[in-house]
């Protein structure tokens, strides 16, 4: 099966700082790649599909880029609400795999 | 608003079995791929099942294979996990999603039931 590797598996960043958050797969996945938004104590929220087409309603101070191994979510300009894990998927075939997330925090 | 409400966690002895539902409303549920995935206290996002729209297609995660089954009544709006053969890995908590247009992309989850597995 394909792995799903993100790293940092945490930051932290001042508000108003670009924040990158890489995920790679250990086989070429095309674009079948997701990201999720899961804030503390809630539930994931799709952000991103296609490697980088933003969902309906998701700002656009997120994107997401990349395809075959290597995958970027970018928040150019991190805000206080920002503060959550963040978690890519590859979705190419089953198993859909998560990678094991990335917590972002305010410094 | 597209709501999922699920149900029927608990504490389960190893072994043990329960039934999952989750309860759909605010979307043509019948037209929908459905899906469940788990989350293990503090830990990330596992994918474990999957049912087509129309009940005829079905998949497994491998940690789960043989041991749950997930099933689906249209007619009630409803999604369901029968989970046996419960090990003390299985303790999570259990969350429906709504498949997306992309086979594997989920766009709306429920707020997931606790299914903790201990003697």
């Known amino acids: 099966d394909i792995q799903m590797t993100q790293s940092p598996s945490s930051l932290s960043a001042s508000v108003g700082d670009r924040v990158t958050i890489t995920c790679r797969a250990s086989?070429?996945?095309?674009?079948?790649l997701a990201w999720y938004q899961q804030k503390p104590g809630k539930i994931p929220k799709l952000l991103i599909y296609?490697?980088?087409t933003l969902q309906s309603g998701v700002p656009s101070r997120f994107s997401g880029s990349g395809s075959g191994t290597d995958f970027t979510l970018t928040i150019s300009s991190l805000q206080p609400e920002d503060v959550a894990t963040y978690y890519c998927?590859?979705?190419?075939?089953?198993?859909?795999?998560f990678g094991q997330g990335t917590k972002v925090e305010i410094k | 608003e597209v709501q999922l409400a699920e149900s029927g966690g608990g504490l389960v002895q190893p072994g043990g079995s329960l039934r999952l539902s989750c309860a759909a409303s605010?979307?043509?549920?019948?037209?929908?791929?459905m899906n469940w995935v788990r989350q293990a206290p503090g830990m990330g996002l596992e994918w474990i099942s999957y049912?087509?729209?129309?009940?005829?297609?079905?998949s497994y995660a491998d940690s789960v294979k043989g041991r749950f089954t997930i099933s689906r009544d249209n007619a009630k709006n409803s999604l369901y996990l029968q989970v046996s053969s419960l090990r003390d890995e299985d303790t999570a908590v259990y969350y429906c999603?709504?498949?997306?247009?992309?086979?594997?992309?989920?766009?709306?989850w429920g707020q997931g039931t606790l299914v903790t597995v201990s003697s």
């Open positions: 605010g979307f043509t549920f019948s037209s929908y791929n």
């Open positions: 999603a709504r498949g997306f247009f992309l086979l594997g992309v989920f766009d709306y």
């Open positions: 086989q070429g996945i095309s674009s079948y």
């Open positions: 998927q590859k979705y190419n075939s089953a198993p859909w795999t």
């Open positions: 296609a490697a980088s």
């Open positions: 049912i087509s729209n129309d009940r005829t297609t079905t």
